[in-house]
């Protein structure tokens, strides 16, 4: 016995590395997926903190590369960008990107255009020529300038919003309440919008836009901006006061929306509202242009 | 008696720190990888207690370890070197050398540091290396590791030992 102890305590340094090594190998066989054991890996808070640092202190170290590849980005980007500027420059169509495709616009240029008087009219230098009729939507980079009223061969005349004869029908874009858009004489960026019902949720900043209920806009074209809630003068509806988003004073370029109204819908309304003037003639119109629904009247 | 191991706990942390930081991102020749970890303890003294030696070749290796998610390969082989190296140490005494000599340049002499160096890391790589490997398929690339990382990890030791002995040396004739 007492030879026995005598051997362990000459020769402990044998058993203390039978059990270190018995320890690590333990570790490497039962992790060897050592995702068990998050206390020995990278994975534990302490490392994980020592990493976190070292990388924060090592990401100067890139900079320099991150440097030229944002660098090779902005380039890219702001050749891009030109390239956009040069394709909006010639479409005149700046802030439509949402228009879908379908519609064909005419970009024209305004010749005349009055400001301050309550039935303020736009000329504009594109007419039946160009395939502009009356009631075609006019808009511009910013938003809806007007509808078209009177066509000559190659001018337009075209109603704005500020007219006081104008009324284009719109909605709140979170809401989806529809009013329509009403312009008094005063200021030419703003405009009223009436008929909002009273449990309307209205708020300050909403995006007016067209609703798609009349036959001239599409629908969710930008109008203008509520500034100001009130009430209407009968007390049952909200007026709002609406910031124009086109800017009239400075307005030269605007395109025309030609082919949007359709002919089988502008039939229809127009029989459905005068049934017993309906003949056969104009049933026969209507089927005709059933046949072509995409047609624009011409 | 704790002035030694508050040095030794400083020189494993400044070990660690570079092992994890430099060392750990050499990949010569793409798997060639120096471990470092291992002049912790090839500086212990002739005639240090066996155990001591053992439990901080076994904390080294451990350490290294959970840096490197290499569980169990290091602290295995650290343990493992701490166990061989007095008995290599012993080969290497010369004998006319204190009884606690510490190897350096000095005492063993330059080709034999070098040597005994050598011999220490060429067990650590070995074991390392098989450990990580575990087989002996690809056996031409584990020698290749085992071999070059020996042969980096000496060339590293001893520009470290040659800073610190400059270092000495200065403070000696200061």
């Known amino acids: ?298 | 008696m704790s002035s030694i191991y508050i040095s030794r706990f400083f020189r494993l942390l400044i070990l660690l720190f570079f092992q994890v930081l430099v060392f750990n991102h050499i990949h010569l020749m793409g798997y060639i990888t120096p471990l470092v970890m291992g002049y912790m303890v090839v500086c212990f003294r002739h005639n240090s207690s066996r155990i001591s030696v053992l439990t901080w070749g076994f904390i080294t290796g451990l350490l290294f370890d959970i840096f490197s998610n290499t569980a169990g390969m290091a602290s295995a082989s650290c343990t493992l070197i701490a166990m061989v190296q007095p008995l290599i140490l012993k080969m290497f005494t010369p004998r006319d050398a204190a009884d606690d000599f510490k190897p350096s340049f000095l005492t063993l002499g330059f080709w034999n540091y070098i040597l005994y160096t050598f011999l220490v890391m060429l067990i650590l790589h070995g074991a390392f290396y098989l450990l990580d490997a575990f087989t002996l398929a690809d056996w031409i690339l584990t020698l290749t590791s085992i071999l070059g990382g020996s042969v980096l990890t000496t060339i590293i030791i001893v520009f470290i030992e040659l800073l610190v002995h400059s270092k000495q040396k200065k403070k000696h004739h200061a």
């Not at chain 1, 500027?85 to 024209?108: F, H, I, N, T």
């Not at chain 1, 007419?127 to 009631?135: F, L, N, T």
């Not at chain 1, 309440?177 to 005063?186: D, T, V």
Request: glycine share 4%; hydrophobic share 40%; with cysteine.
């Open chain 1, 1 to 298: 016995m007492r030879a026995l102890i005598d051997l362990i305590i000459q020769k402990k340094h044998w058993f203390v590395f039978i059990l270190l090594e018995v320890i690590s190998l333990a570790f490497l066989f039962s992790h060897n997926g050592y995702q068990k054991s998050v206390y020995f890996t990278t994975a534990n808070d302490v490392v994980g903190t020592t990493y976190n640092v070292i990388s924060s202190i090592t990401s100067y170290l890139h900079l320099k590369e991150e440097n030229q590849a944002l660098e090779a980005k902005n380039q890219y980007l702001r050749k891009k960008l030109l390239e956009m500027q040069q394709q909006m420059a010639q479409d005149s169509v700046k802030r439509m990107p949402a228009l879908p495709l379908k519609y064909e616009l005419v970009s024209a240029q305004v010749v005349n255009m009055t400001l301050h008087k309550s039935n303020n009219l736009i000329t504009i230098n594109k007419g039946e020529a160009d395939g502009i009729r009356p009631e075609m939507g006019v808009i511009c980079s910013q938003g809806v300038v007007g509808i078209v009223y009177m066509t000559s061969r190659h001018y337009s005349i075209v109603i704005p919003l500020l007219n006081t004869n104008s009324k284009v029908s719109c909605r709140l874009r979170h809401s989806e309440y529809f009013g329509s858009l009403i312009w008094e004489r005063g200021y030419a960026n703003i405009a009223y919008i009436t008929s909002i019902p009273r449990h309307a949720p209205v708020k300050v900043k909403e995006i007016v836009e067209t609703n798609g209920y009349s036959d001239v806009f599409p629908a969710g074209l930008p109008i203008g901006q509520v500034v100001r809630i009130g009430d209407s003068s009968d007390g049952m509806s909200y007026m709002l006061k609406v910031r124009l988003f086109t800017n009239f004073t400075t307005l030269r370029e605007v395109s025309v929306i030609t082919n949007y109204t359709s002919a089988e819908r502008h039939m229809l309304e127009e029989i459905a509202q005068n049934p017993e003037k309906a003949d056969s003639t104009m049933l026969e119109q209507l089927k005709e242009a059933t046949e072509k629904p995409d047609n624009p009247i011409r």
